[in-house]
């Protein structure tokens, strides 16, 4: 079946430019995960979608950083005024239930000049 | 507050040689133990999840162990092949359900 998919792959965008980052996770998967990855950093978890609501927003490096879940499926996270910081992969991640097995998307490669 | 560590950050090792992965935990109050691959450029692969009550899994060439009072898990690769070289990545989930990265160990096998 489908895995999980994120739109676009690579995004190049000018520093103070705000953009949305798309993640479709399997379908019927109720939970959903945002993480981050810089270059030389390990895996940084951002936000946790349990259906539509996000019951732990606790890794969001600033509040220039949102997400939201729609029908219980799709997720957008934007990130308004870009700065060159938040260069990295951002990586989404859905699973059955907050406790199975997590599977992960290609990644968007964000860039910031 | 959750800490993973992987030792050692990288490993070189040549064909055909059994090799042994070490992942470590601050907090044993884990749900499950998972274990990736990362080739480069490219997303994780799921290759082993462990529940806190096991004490083990295998898939293939790959054998998982956990051991939750001690903080530790091991991902052991037998008989190596090129195509194992990628960085592997051992996650600890808690209690939110986000997983906890270690920073990887970067493996290259040798022809």
């Known amino acids: 079946g489908a895995g999980v998919s994120q739109s676009p792959s690579n995004k190049v965008t000018e520093k103070g430019k705000d953009v949305e980052l798309r993640c479709d996770p399997i379908?019927?998967?109720?939970?959903l995960y945002w993480y981050r990855q810089s270059l030389g950093q390990g895996l940084e978890f951002l936000i946790y979608?349990?259906?539509?609501?996000?019951?732990?927003k606790s890794g969001l490096p600033s509040d220039r950083f949102s997400a939201e879940r729609t029908g219980g499926s799709v997720s957008t996270l934007t990130i308004q005024r870009t700065q060159q910081e938040d260069s990295a992969v951002y990586l989404c991640?859905?699973?059955?239930?907050?406790?199975?097995?997590?599977?992960f998307g290609p990644g968007t490669r964000l860039t910031v000049t | 507050k959750q800490e993973v560590t992987q030792i050692p950050a990288a490993l070189s090792v040549p064909e055909g040689e059994n090799l042994v992965l070490n992942c470590s935990f601050t907090?044993?109050?884990?749900?499950?133990l998972q274990w990736f691959r990362q080739d480069p450029g490219k997303g994780l692969t799921s290759l082993l999840l462990?529940?806190?009550?096991?004490r083990e899994q295998t898939s293939g060439r790959l054998n998982a162990s956990l051991d939750k009072s001690s903080g530790r898990s091991t991902l052991y690769i037998a008989a190596s092949q090129p195509g194992d070289s990628a960085t592997y990545l051992c996650?600890?989930?808690?209690?939110?359900?986000?997983?906890?990265f270690g920073k990887g160990t970067k493996l290259s096998v040798k022809p």
């Open positions: 996650a600890a989930k808690g209690s939110q359900g986000n997983l906890i």
């Open positions: 462990i529940q806190s009550s096991q």
């Open positions: 979608f349990q259906g539509n609501s996000a019951p732990d």
């Open positions: 907090d044993s109050a884990i749900y499950n």
């Open positions: 991640a859905s699973s059955r239930d907050a406790y199975y097995e997590q599977y």
């Open positions: 379908s019927g998967h109720t939970a």
